[in-house]
């Protein structure tokens, strides 16, 4: 099962953008059981073991080096006179790796409770019950399957599934709900890409509002109406849509009469056009590299359409291929010690800037 990152920010994170059957029939109830990591040591988390996609902080183990560097975005300056983010915040050579938990033989019953821990003796104030598996509440949303570590919402009189879009959305679920991001769609494939940059830099180039889009996908261009292209944001979501072009003369139509791309800070995107659906899942490796992971979701009538199918995944890769040069060529300008900040373009880089703001929010709260 794929476990998103949302879960460090909003109550629930998706678990996969797999069927939601498959998925729910693996977790086999309404509640999954986690370690309660909060008992083993105080610097571990629930969220180091149920994710590693985190919201890598770029910035010096030491507080006032970070401060300062997180103080070089001030997000109350408008969009329009407004520097973008320092280069320090995406080429961080001093960071850490991530450290996993691996559990050694350590055993547990159906419900949680630790039968047996293996290779302790000699552990002083050890309690077996302190460190059983923990309930995590389990929900859906559209094709997708969430989790919630929140231990509040155990308690609640209202169904998970009540909050789910509240919580993970905000003032989107509804906007989403009604352009098609819905479970009648049948998964077609995974590709994953290694791509040699941050991960917030796939995030910008995902967010500026098509304005890469005629200088680097000349086929794509060809498909969209860019002058009706327009971004919304909100809460945690930011949406940019745009209308599509007529029909190629072969009939081939992948991208329907319009396009829509939903990002879910701060690593999930959403992208719905013609009878396609795919998400994308932005897994930062280190301080200069990523994993993005694509899922494919198609109009179960064209299923078996397999020229339809591969030709479109065939201009969806060229596309990727196009982003990932794009990516890679940033990278390697941030790491230029004649770079700092640059300049938001107002009229298309709107989503970007919210992503910006979003993120300084929560880098000011960790530090």
Request: proline residues 5%.
């Amino acid at each position: 099962m794929l476990v998103l990152s949302l879960a460090q920010f909003p109550c629930f994170s998706s678990l996969s953008s797999m069927g939601i059957g498959e998925t729910l029939a693996t977790v086999s109830s309404s509640r999954i059981l986690v370690p309660n990591l909060r008992t083993h040591s105080p610097t571990s988390s629930i969220r180091s073991l149920v994710t590693r996609i985190s919201c890598t902080h770029p910035f010096s183990p030491k507080i006032d080096a970070g401060r300062k560097m997180v103080d070089a975005f001030d997000p109350t300056i408008p969009l329009d006179e407004a520097l973008t983010p320092p280069s320090s915040w995406l080429h961080r050579t001093d960071q850490q790796p991530t450290r996993f938990l691996h559990w050694k033989g350590w055993t547990y019953r159906l419900d949680g409770e630790l039968l047996k821990a293996t290779r302790i003796s000699g552990i002083k104030n050890f309690r077996k019950n302190d460190f059983g598996l923990i309930p995590i509440k389990v929900a859906t949303w559209g094709p997708f399957v969430l989790i919630s570590l929140d231990q509040n919402i155990l308690s609640q009189q209202n169904t998970v599934e009540d909050i789910v879009g509240k919580e993970w959305l905000g003032s989107t679920s509804n906007l989403l709900s009604t352009n098609r991001i819905d479970s009648s769609l049948k998964h077609i494939c995974r590709r994953e890409y290694t791509i040699e940059c941050n991960w917030k830099v796939f995030c910008d180039n995902y967010l500026d509002g098509g304005y890469h889009v005629p200088h680097a996908h000349g086929g794509l261009a060809s498909s969209l109406q860019l002058n009706s292209y327009e971004t919304l944001t909100f809460e945690k979501v930011s949406i940019q849509r745009c209308e599509s072009a007529s029909v190629e003369q072969d009939g081939f139509d992948r991208l329907g009469s319009k396009a829509l791309y939903a990002f879910v800070y701060p690593n999930f995107m959403i992208n719905r056009y013609g009878p396609w659906m795919d998400t994308n899942l932005v897994v930062p490796l280190c301080s200069t590299k990523c994993q993005v992971i694509f899922d494919y979701f198609l109009d179960a009538s064209l299923v078996d359409d397999n020229v339809f199918v591969e030709k479109s995944l065939e201009e969806s890769e060229r596309v990727q291929i196009e982003d990932i040069a794009l990516c890679e060529g940033v990278q390697r300008g941030l790491e230029s010690p004649a770079y700092c900040s640059g300049r938001y373009a107002p009229s298309v880089e709107k989503a970007m800037h919210h992503f910006h703001c979003l993120l300084h929010a929560n880098l000011c709260n960790d530090i």
